[in-house]
């Protein structure tokens, strides 16, 4: 009832606003699926989560201009009616294959398996060092986070000019500990969330982080704080259903959430004026409509890359991961950081490339980029058909993420490490999550985290002299901070199914339990 409705109200505003076309095809399309992850919104928060981005990057331009008439003059493009329908075409596309991916392998699901966790949870004394362990790293190495976003806050220069080849190579050993301390606390913190702790016991390494992330803000960074928190608030839905008796989301904290979104709105759009880059005219009101406005600039990036995607260099631009992390090193490949010509030709990077055609050589080379879209890079792959089987991985990776409980830690830990760079595709790389999980960095926390969660989950000398003989000796619940509420197994239906366990075969990381498909605001 609730889909007729909308959609017989959505018909009759795009008559009367004259947008019975591709993009009224569009709109219709993303409001369905936004009403089908509202549906079940803790089943499927990630993909409420990645529609919504979707529709702040891609779609804010067009639904101001088109059912409010509003347009900002440095930001309303002139693009052609045959582009404009391309890049409707394109959403049209994309969301038909991402939607339709994620509904299928849910029908799928539903009809064969309604566990929501998986089988064989016996124990969890492996989950609890893990969960310890990544707690350790996170307290040793925010310090140096925190202190990195301090030293750039005081003596960095422009919003800009942290994204040169220049400013990023420079530095020395000092600056190369900050950053390595940083990114093993980002890992750190992914890894302690994927274990599942209480609410309460979360707390303080979920203020600590979003105070480093929110650090970002005073370099002109809205990117960092933004994505947190649409994560963070994704991640509390799911909660809801995986530990229903601690909600991390109740309705006093929504009450909360809807009062921080305009003051959100407000932070941002004083923040775009420290980017020096401001796109937000006017005072008051004027100048939030005008900052809400320009957050649909990816829209025009898309247009873009189909304007010029001839003049383009000729690369394989989903294969920017191969110039990225460890993989490159490996093969003995360049690896390219910050805006440099080498990098916009021979980089496999859409952002790079079409920021050094559009925008010129010098303006590149100072810092300023035009992003990427997901759509584009498939685009510039295979054309539509190009957007269309990439749409279906992003189906199949949604679906994926917003069951990253149901197996094991390891899958957990894998979805939580990419879901952010999934979120952030409408605005960013398509293959930015392959990216991040074969950084240096991520695999080396991560071997240094499970190091020590095996050391704190070795049996001890005394305790085996002290048991009965072929008792094996485990990490005792007292000796950590133990979850209120681990990996349930199935829907709750009693109290003495509310603690579930980890595996039996917890010592091997990707057991059989564990043997599933992995997957700049």
């Known amino acids: 009832m609730v889909y007729l409705v909308s959609n017989l109200l959505l018909l009759i505003l795009l008559f009367f606003t004259n947008n019975l076309n591709l993009w009224g095809v569009a709109f219709g399309l993303w409001l369905n699926g936004i009403l089908y992850a509202f549906h079940k919104v803790e089943a499927r928060s990630f993909l409420f989560g990645f529609l919504v981005s979707f529709f702040i990057f891609l779609m804010t331009m067009d639904t101001m201009d088109r059912f409010f008439g509003y347009q900002n003059q440095l930001l309303s493009a002139t693009l052609s009616e045959d582009t404009m329908r391309k890049v409707h075409t394109l959403y049209i596309v994309g969301l038909i294959g991402i939607l339709g991916t994620y509904i299928i392998l849910s029908t799928f699901r539903t009809k064969s398996d309604k566990r929501t966790m998986g089988k064989g949870f016996v124990d969890n004394t492996w989950l609890l060092a893990v969960q310890k362990s990544a707690k350790t790293f996170f307290y040793a190495t925010i310090p140096l986070s925190l202190l990195k976003m301090f030293l750039t806050i005081t003596t960095g220069g422009s919003y800009t000019s942290i994204y040169t080849a220049e400013a990023i190579s420079s530095g020395g050993l000092f600056k190369l500990i900050l950053h390595y301390g940083s990114l093993i606390a980002m890992v750190a913190f992914t890894v302690y969330l994927a274990t599942l702790p209480s609410f309460a016991e979360a707390r303080l390494i979920l203020a600590l982080w979003v105070l480093n992330s929110g650090l970002y803000l005073l370099t002109g960074r809205r990117r960092e704080v933004a994505l947190l928190l649409l994560f963070f608030f994704c991640y509390a839905l799911a909660r809801n259903r995986i530990t229903p008796e601690e909600p991390w989301i109740t309705k006093r904290s929504l009450f909360w959430v809807g009062l921080a979104v305009p003051v959100l709105v407000v932070v941002f759009t004083a923040t775009e004026l420290m980017r020096g880059l401001s796109n937000a005219t006017g005072r008051g009101l004027e100048a939030i409509a005008s900052f809400i406005y320009g957050q649909g600039v990816s829209m025009r990036t898309l247009a873009n890359v189909i304007s010029y995607h001839e003049l383009l260099p000729n690369q394989h631009y989903l294969l920017e991961f191969t110039h990225q992390g460890l993989l490159p090193r490996l093969l003995g490949l360049e690896v390219f950081q910050g805006n440099s010509v ?126 009965i003989p072929g008792e094996e000796a485990t990490l005792q619940q007292s000796e950590l901070s133990q979850p209120r509420a681990l990996w349930p197994q199935q829907p709750l239906r009693s109290s003495h199914q509310r603690r579930a366990h980890y595996p039996a075969d917890h010592h091997l990381i990707g057991s059989q339990a564990d043997a599933t498909p992995r997957s700049g605001l």
């Not at 685009?379 to 679906?399: A, K, N, P, T, W």
């Not at 917003?402 to 790389?429: E, H, N, T, Y």
């Open 342 to 467: 080498q990098r916009a030709m021979e980089g496999n990077s859409l952002s790079h490339s079409l920021s050094y055609l559009v925008l010129g050589p010098d303006t590149y080379l100072s810092g300023i980029g035009t992003g990427s879209v997901f759509l584009a890079e498939g685009f510039m792959e295979g054309g539509v058909l190009g957007v269309f089987f990439l749409s279906i991985l992003y189906g199949m990776l949604l679906h994926w993420v917003d069951s990253f409980a149901d197996r094991g830690l390891f899958k957990a830990i894998l979805c939580l490490l990419i879901v952010q760079s999934l979120l952030w595709a409408p605005r960013g790389s398509a293959t930015g999550f392959i990216s991040d999980l074969i950084d240096p960095a991520t695999l080396g926390s991560l071997v240094l985290i499970f190091f020590l969660a095996m050391v704190l989950n070795r049996p001890s000398k005394n305790k085996n002299a002290s048991q």
